[in-house]
């Protein structure tokens, strides 16, 4: 029987359930109140760097800001109602999104194999969104399917981690960012994958369980999860681990392996890659943090790090430590990157996409995207990179096929040419926020050809052509092999042909690979290799993906595009770079100048007279040459205007030296100290993941 009061009536279990969850959460906010005092009287030092440091049970973190603390509370709200859960079909993948976790769940015990998506972000130019959705895909039958709950449940969270186990998928750690201001988590949890419910499992009395995190790793060996690195950020305070922790799924038991200060261990760092081999170690590779600046006064520099480790877990079975050894760097392996997606497979890493960012003399960030797959033999400790043949579309052909000899051979990816990225993978946005691919070419550079068609015999001079810039391209260093996405030096060239539809919107743009990418979501089923989401950045903007793919590492063959993605309909609700605001000419720039430094703004515009020119029913299909030509005239019309009146200031001596132009200048100069501050914090906040 159900639970009466103190009259005989019974009580409604939803009711009370909402009644306890009120009472947590009003006590959790006096907590909270509590700690943000505590915290400010001890003058916000971050201490060990969060919740728990290595001390016993682990003590909370430290508060964060005022907009977490709202977010939290109306999260905590959502929850207050009966447990429930329910599996609803979806005529569609999940939405964009990136730094989310998609884990393979084998079909043994009667279940059907199948993909499990949980958390992720999105960042549109004005917020930062992170969910705590969880999303299902079976790969036999391509079905989407989405876990409805109302009750206990994680909190939104991103750049988490998660494995799965006997039945149960382990979520570990993660952040929440609002504005500039972060809150990481130290909870775990276990999502039962029959019934589909969540459960919290609270660490024992007395355990030495990891702080809180975010941009660590964790796999699963034998009956343990295995946790390494991460970072936490409070305040303007960043710290980052190289502490190893053990959990062991049946004793539900947290163990933190600690070494003495002479130990040779790599350094501290988030957003590496880590996965198992085919016995008892495990390798580690690359990642990124921050160091001290030895000069007085300086800030903490980036490091993205090339090293790779391995480690042994087999004395952890003896009580005793895990064994860590330096491992020398041996074939093909990236290039210095962060932000790539890695998974294991059959006792090897595999890595795809990242990205490398230099900055330029004018402050102006160079960022190169990769979309190559590289992977290391764990035990034999050798890289090499994995060679995709090229779709039948694009050319046919490629290299392929199995074996271990032709994995070590160091190969072009395709789909992309990592050294000069000749296909299609950038893009601006338009008058309408659309995102319009295109092809951005370096100072210096030949503009990039067209994929040639299957070969018939009467084109070998171009094959040829193509052949021999191969060549060059081979004997060039290999590193940084790319051409950036960002802003150009020399103008953009739209390579794509656009199609405008009745609504004036492009339409998706058909590919025979996936973008490059960073903070994709990657896994491996049986030989299968399947990607999603991650965020491509064009400029200064961030596209969010949401396509899926799938490549056999096996058979070699072409990339299978299962979801082309929603990327040519999003908008971007951020800023636009100084480098392109100005559309007014200076003093003795001429117009073939002045089109060169603008050409993306006139792009965008010719873009949208010819969608206004359009008859509305099919659209109408513009050639690049034409659009340049069109944006070509626009540009010499307001030049032309612009000219005569700069012409007649500097006649009168009021350019260069009047007040409005010194106010203009003071403005834009403020502009760019923002801008180039703001870049930054984005280039740590990707990195770091």
Known sequence: MGKKDKKGKKLDPAKEAAKEARKALKAAKQQAKGERKAFKEEGGDGGDGGDGG?????????????????????????DEESDSVSLTTLLAPPSPRANCTMTYVGGGGGGEECFVYFGGEVFDGAETTCNNDVFVYYPATGVWKQALYSGKKPLPRCSHQSVVFSGGLYVF????????????????????????????????????????????????????MVLFGGFFEQAHDVKFFNDLYTYEFSTNAWVHHEYSRLAQLPLPRSAFNFALG?????VLHGGFTKIKNPNP?????????????TVNFKPISEGKLPIWERMSKKGASPSNRSGAGCCGWKGRLLVFGGVADDELADHRMKSIFYDEIFGCDVDRRNWFRVNIKVAAAAGGGGGGGGGDDEEEEVCESVGYDANALREDMGSYIDGAGNVVFETIVEEGEKAPLPLPPKPDGNDSSSSDEEEEEEKEEERKPPAPPAAPLGPPQSGVTPKQVTQVDKHGLPAPVKRTAPLPRINGAICVKG?????????????DREVTLDDFWCVDLQKRGSWECLFEGTMHLQKWKGGVSSDTESVVSGIGENLK???????????????????????????????????????????SETFMEKEKILERLAELGLTGGGRVTEDKKDKKDKKEKKEKKEKKTKKTKKEKR
Do not use: C
């Open 54 to 78: 290595d001390g016993e049970g682990g003590t909370p973190s430290a508060p964060p800001g005022d907009d977490i603390d709202t977010l939290l509370q109306q999260f905590a709200a959502m």
């Open 173 to 224: 750690g993660g952040e929440l960012s609002a504005r500039d201001s972060y809150h990481h988590y130290h909870d775990l949890w276990k999502l039962d994958l029959k019934t589909w419910k969540w459960e919290e499992l609270k660490p024992r009395k007395g355990d030495r369980y990891p702080s809180s995190r975010s941009g660590h790793r964790v796999l699963v060996w034998r009956g343990y």
């Open 278 to 282: 085919s016995s008892d170690a495990a």
């Open 297 to 309: 006064g300086s800030k903490q520099e980036s490091k993205t790090f090339v090293d790779a480790w």
């Open 527 to 539: 030989n299968v290799m399947y990607v999603y989401g991650g965020v491509l950045e064009i400029g």
């Open 593 to 635: 100048d002045f089109f060169a430094r603008t050409r993306e703004h006139w792009t965008s515009l010719a873009l949208e007279r010819v969608r206004g020119e359009g008859d509305g029913d099919g659209g109408e299909e513009v050639g690049r040459k034409e659009l340049k030509k069109i944006g070509f005239e626009i540009a």
